[in-house]
């Protein structure tokens, strides 16, 4: 049995379209538990009782903008369910095809240390060169398997998952711990991490695609990864010896050379620009705490983190 757990905060029509594409899976889904935030937005775009004529397998339930959190939220939709495997995504992660679950679950069981698959994420319509790059950067065409002995080669990607669309095995995430109860972000990576260290492994599979990417502004990439500096600064034990800033670098490269050779030079001013907020954003979340919560706040995508 699949469960599939999505957190919500002003669903659009992508969302919609998630679910359309989840009921048309070969791999069959039972429940779609939907964490959602702010009651009242969600019925305002998607009246509740239409939403649950269209929608039977979907189990909704509301929490408050305060109590979200990216771990706990995730954990809470997690204990809900009773099914063998569950897959977490996001609202705005829309299966490419109906084969998704599928190649997940055989990603998954094709190995008895394998604890987590995770799909490939394929550029929206409209997205801009830097951006689709970025996908087929960190999200390739072949699908690997990540262990502990990838740690020293592939560094930080060693510990590579993404809660946009990642299968769990149930059993071995609940023996695990689960995901961290308060997290601002980054709770797939340190579940993947603790999975890894311990001698299991992390699957990515390619051929399970699902259509995401976001065509962040320079502030919103600020804020982004501010938050991913803070999540790292709150557990040190557990990144140290795999920076990320050298993966960081190695993006900058590689995708400079990308846009120079598909007659998009134009564009790399900007990018670096770009990239010089998100380095600014990732090393002040790194020393977050010397600065006021004030600041914190203002500088948090996840701004309800600072107001608990």
């Known amino acids: 049995m699949i469960d599939v757990i999505i957190p ?4 659009d029509a992508r969302f919609l379209l998630l679910l359309d594409r989840l009921k048309e899976q070969r791999e069959p889904v039972r429940n779609v538990i939907v964490m959602n935030t702010a009651r009242k937005r969600f019925t305002e775009k998607l009246p509740e009782i239409d939403f649950k004529e269209r929608y039977p397998f979907v189990k909704l339930y509301h929490l408050s903008e305060r109590d979200f959190d990216h771990g706990g939220t995730r954990r809470e939709g997690i204990a ?20 998704l679950t599928q190649e997940l679950l055989q990603a998954l069981t ?7 698959a995770y799909a490939r994420q394929l550029p929206r319509e409209g997205a801009s060169p830097e951006e689709a790059f970025e996908r087929s ?27 946009v669309c990642a299968m769990y095995q149930k059993e071995a995430y609940d023996a695990l711990g689960g995901f961290l109860e308060r997290a601002i972000f980054n709770e797939d990576v340190y579940f ?20 995401h990417s976001h065509g962040y502004t320079c502030l919103e990439q600020l804020h982004r990864n501010f938050d991913q500096g803070v999540s790292q600064a709150m557990h040190p034990e ?14 900058v490269k590689a995708c400079s050379a990308y846009l120079l050779e598909h007659g998009a030079a134009h564009r790399i001013p900007y990018f670096y620009v770009k990239c010089a907020f998100r380095l ?15 600041a914190c ?5 996840n701004k309800t983190f600072f107001e608990r």
């Open 238 to 251: 557990m990144f140290e010896d795999v920076p990320q800033e050298k993966e960081g670098m190695r993006l």
């Open 80 to 99: 809900k369910s009773d099914a063998d495997y569950v897959l977490l995504m996001t609202q705005d992660a829309v299966p490419a095809d109906e084969t």
């Open 8 to 11: 919500t905060y002003c669903p």
């Open 280 to 294: 600014l954003g990732y090393r002040a979340g790194k020393h977050f705490r010397r600065l006021p919560k004030r």
């Open 297 to 301: 706040h203002a500088l948090a995508m």
């Open 137 to 163: 950067f960190n999200y390739p065409k072949t699908s690997r398997l990540q262990t502990r002995t990838d740690i020293k080669t592939l560094g930080f990607k060693a510990f590579y998952c993404s809660n």
């Open 192 to 211: 993947a991490q603790k999975a890894v260290r311990k001698g299991y492994a992390i699957a990515y599979a390619a051929k399970a695609q699902v259509i």
């Open 110 to 116: 094709q190995n008895e240390r394998v604890v987590a």
